[in-house]
């Protein structure tokens, strides 16, 4: 398979991941806003401030408003299309990189990704996440899983299916993780009750919230949520449940058998599965749950870069044998590989100055080719 | 009841003969257009458009910042071309590709043709798209046009004239199975009672033409389609090619050259690539040959096409026989390498070159069209009825600065097809872009893009400028 391709399609999976966990965490505060508002709560955006730091967007929202007015952040998030982060930014990114590959998927693949996007980016779409905000971020969710059965029931599983999958269960590790964090961005002290709600908003932004009451019953606390997020071996959403799928899926892509590593990308997936087989929710908390989380993010970011340097990037550089050029558009495509990756940093809170790096790339200017009607008129 | 007002005009029309009366072999369509009623009607045109949308069979409008995307209108009223019919333009076409073939052999090789005088060497010397550099290389089986997609319009009495050959990059033909895809989905019921030749085959057949021209004759030469990427027009036709094809679309990032040899780069090291169906202009094909600027290309390229380590899908420098002063002359041609009439006419044309062609230009520019030589999708173009003082003018100087770069011909009006607008039938000028391989033998795809001017009277019929189009039906008996 082309290197390209290869990274459109982990593209493509990453961004609708992205767009669908951005959904299930806005779908959950949606709910605990209205609950905050019967309540009687004053800002309706304190509830996208966990969002905004979750998803590492904090910068970028005060850059694009530095006077938030009320609906401003959860705009911000949905329909901005300035925001590179927001859902629509996402899907639309999605769509691209399918609309690039459109060769390499299924016809029904790329038309749930189409439909998708014509319908939230239209006039209905707005109107939609203004009317009944929970049926716009259902809609999201929907879609992104529907494009995972689609993708299930009809992509032969070959190459182009493990880069596929890669970027998803990449993309989802981090974002359990980040929503793990959630809570130690929240002060503390809070009264008991806010807490049950909080893990209860986490849990069922990752689908989690059934699973948890059945092993666990009503109780909540914060070792039995790590178990669940963090270490499950069997529930689809957790981080180590991820990254032995990205791992699975990096052995399936060279053919090297697993508990061994044929090249660097490998060597970080085994290291970092390894690390989450044989450590538990003891560890976590004896080096912080902040901490820890921050350095599963490091390690994520780590294994992407490697992904790229070991399947994408490599050839490039065999070619340097015997390709002088003045400007390389594969050096702009490296660029755009690390803008992707670094618009979402680890949640160290002095990173997020992406929109510097995310600035519109220079595209190549591709009007050369004959359109398609190249008769004349008469 | 649709039939009922439609109105004729003063030229060819496609569903009826001059009496009103319904062509025979239009019969079964106007039955169904008739007795369908309103609703059901809407509903399919609806779904059509819905299909299409959902399909993502759109192209990109230059010149719109945002670099929209838009469905390519289709209308439902398929036009119809009778089996004898379509025999005459079938040879002609066949005729009319092998000239130009042996032509472009000739001009890159002896140049007899012009040492015999039957065309000026300044016609071929002055033209854009020539390239001397490439005299006296050879290509695989001598073929230079693989894949051609000559424009035919119909005069008054209703024969078919050439108005372009387009022997570099031909697009338009992915619209073709995407329409009749559509119009079996939406209308099986007419479709299955019409006894239409199938376009299907048009595929495989592009693939066995690449295949024909692979240096190594293995079992499966590797062909790709190079595209300019994502962001150009045609980005639908290129991956939809190749993946009816089952080869890989690439970029030009993705080849590279080693030792005179062409490489894509894979998730799995290098693979050497054979034959290029290539979809971007020769100017842009290698930087340090062609243009320097280009992003497109691959650097090494053509030294390794002279090699013949690869080989290109339409060869370097065929747009000399695009060029619609070379047009003038491909008549001439024909009964030059053939010593034949030509099958299939073509427009009469003016070259500003010519002092007296000139004269009659200059002083005839209400009555004509003029066209720049080199330009394609309908720009650069004077419509003479239509015009105003002001581009009259324009174009007076234009032409009086550089001869070269104009030609001029009659208006020529179209021939008119029954196209639906706002729920009525209106006549509407049509064209047909046929197509045809030249693989180890030539094949013309059976019917062809068929494009209509939308708007009432327009005799533009480019995408780009307001253009829609119909499946094209060619009947087997």
Redesign the interface.
């Known amino acids: 398979?082309?290197?390209?391709?290869?990274d459109h399609l982990y593209w493509m999976s990453r961004y609708i991941e992205r767009a669908e966990n951005l959904a299930r965490l806005m779908q959950v505060s949606v709910e605990l806003l209205l609950d905050g508002a019967a309540l009687g709560a004053q800002n309706p955006d304190q509830y996208w401030a966990p969002v905004l730091s979750a998803t590492a967007m904090e910068g970028a929202f005060r850059l694009l408003y530095p006077n938030p007015q009320p609906g401003d952040s959860s705009f911000f998030l949905t329909l901005d299309t300035r925001n590179p982060d927001s859902i629509i930014s996402c899907v639309q990114e999605a769509r691209?990189n399918a609309?690039?590959v459109?060769?390499?998927i299924s016809?029904e693949m790329?038309?749930e990704l189409?439909?998708l996007y014509?319908q939230i980016s239209s006039q209905n779409g707005a109107a939609l996440l203004n009317n009944s905000p929970q049926v716009f971020f259902e809609r999201i969710i929907q879609s992104s899983l529907q494009f995972d059965g689609i993708t299930s029931a009809t992509l032969p599983r070959s190459?182009g299916w493990n880069f596929l999958q890669l970027g998803r269960f990449l993309e989802r590790a981090d974002k359990t993780s980040r929503f793990v964090d959630i809570k130690t961005q929240t002060p503390e002290g809070l009264d008991p009750t806010a807490e049950v709600l909080q893990w209860g908003t986490i849990l069922r932004a990752c689908s989690a919230h059934a699973p948890y009451r059945k092993s666990n019953g009503t109780e909540v606390s914060l070792e039995r949520v790590l178990d669940l997020l963090v270490f499950s071996t069997d529930f689809p959403r957790s981080v180590r449940f991820s990254v032995r799928m990205v791992d699975e899926m990096l052995h399936n892509?060279s053919g090297h058998p697993t508990g061994q590593y044929s090249n660097e990308c490998e060597k970080l997936a085994g290291a970092l599965l390894a690390q989450l087989n044989f450590s538990g929710t003891t560890d976590v908390l004896s080096k912080g749950v902040h901490a820890y989380i921050d350095e599963l993010q490091v390690s994520l970011n780590n294994l992407g870069q490697a992904i790229f340097e070991t399947?994408?990037k490599l050839?490039?550089q065999?070619?340097g044998?015997?390709?002088?050029?003045?400007?390389?558009?594969?050096e702009f495509?490296l660029q755009k590989q690390q803008q992707q990756q670094q618009q979402q940093p680890p949640i160290t809170p002095t990173r997020l100055g992406f929109l510097e790096h995310h600035s519109t790339p220079p595209?190549?200017?591709?009007?050369?080719?004959?359109?398609?009607?190249?008769?004349?008129?008469? | 009841m649709l039939l009922n007002s439609y109105q004729t005009a003063d030229l060819f029309d496609e569903l009826m003969d001059p009496h009103g009366k319904v062509r025979p072999y239009y019969e079964t369509v106007a039955n169904f257009f008739q007795d369908i009623p309103a609703e059901e009607l809407d509903q399919k045109v609806k779904s059509l458009e819905l299909l299409f949308l959902k399909q993502g069979v759109t192209f990109t409008v230059y010149g719109d910042k945002q670099g929209t995307e838009r469905v390519f209108p289709f209308d439902p009223i398929p036009r119809v071309i009778p089996a004898q019919e379509w025999e005459v333009v079938e040879a002609g076409l066949v005729q009319r590709i092998t000239a130009l073939n042996l032509f472009l052999y000739d001009i890159y090789h002896e140049q007899k043709i012009l040492k015999d005088g039957v065309i000026p060497a300044e016609v071929i010397h002055g033209a854009a798209h020539f390239r001397p550099e490439f005299v006296g290389t050879s290509v695989p089986r001598d073929t230079y046009i693989h894949v051609c997609g000559t424009d035919l319009i119909r005069d008054r009495d209703g024969s078919y004239l050439v108005l372009e050959d387009n022997g570099r990059c031909p697009s338009g033909v992915s619209y073709v199975l995407e329409n009749r895809a559509a119009m079996k989905r939406v209308m099986p019921q007419l479709f299955g009672r019409a006894g239409v030749r199938s376009v299907d085959t048009y595929p495989a057949d592009l693939l066995s033409t690449l295949r024909f021209i692979a240096p190594r004759q293995t079992a499966h030469p590797n062909c790709v389609l190079l595209t300019p990427g994502v962001f150009n027009s045609a980005y639908f036709e290129h991956s939809f090619l190749a993946r009816e094809m089952g080869i890989e679309i690439v970029e030009g990032r993705d080849l590279l050259v080693l030792d005179g040899f062409v490489y894509m780069r894979t998730t799995r090291g290098l693979q050497q690539v054979d034959v290029i169906y290539r979809r971007i202009d020769d100017d842009f094909l290698d930087p340090t040959v062609f243009r320097k600027d280009s992003m497109l290309g691959v650097s090494g390229l053509v030294d390794a096409v002279r090699r013949g380590n690869v080989v290109l899908a339409n060869a370097i420098g065929t747009g000399v026989a695009d060029d619609k002063v070379t047009y003038a002359y491909v008549p001439d041609m024909i009964d030059y390498y053939l010593g034949q009439e030509p099958i299939l006419k073509q427009v009469p044309t003016y070259l500003a070159w010519r002092a007296d062609d000139k004269k009659y230009i200059l002083e005839h520019l209400p009555e004509l069209v003029v066209k720049a030589a080199n330009e394609s999708g309908g720009y650069g173009m004077l419509i003479g009825p239509r015009a105003s003082k002001e581009e009259i003018a324009e174009f007076r100087a234009k032409i009086e600065a550089s001869p070269r770069n104009y030609i001029a011909q009659p208006v020529v009006y179209f021939s008119q097809h029954p196209t639906l607008v706002d729920g009525a039938l209106e006549g509407r000028h049509v064209d047909l872009r046929p197509f045809i391989l030249c693989g180890e033998t030539i094949k013309v795809l059976p019917g062809g893009l068929t494009r209509v001017a939308l708007k009432r009277g327009s005799l533009v019929v480019n995408s780009s400028q307001g253009g829609g189009s119909k499946d094209t039906w060619v009947l087997a008996s």
């Open positions: 398979m082309l290197s390209r391709v290869a691209e609309r690039t459109r060769d390499q016809d790329w038309t189409n439909e014509l190459e892509i399947y994408v050839p490039q065999v070619s044998i015997s390709r002088p050029l003045v400007f390389d558009p594969f495509h595209r190549a200017s591709h009007v050369h080719s004959a359109p398609l009607s190249v008769a004349g008129g008469i």
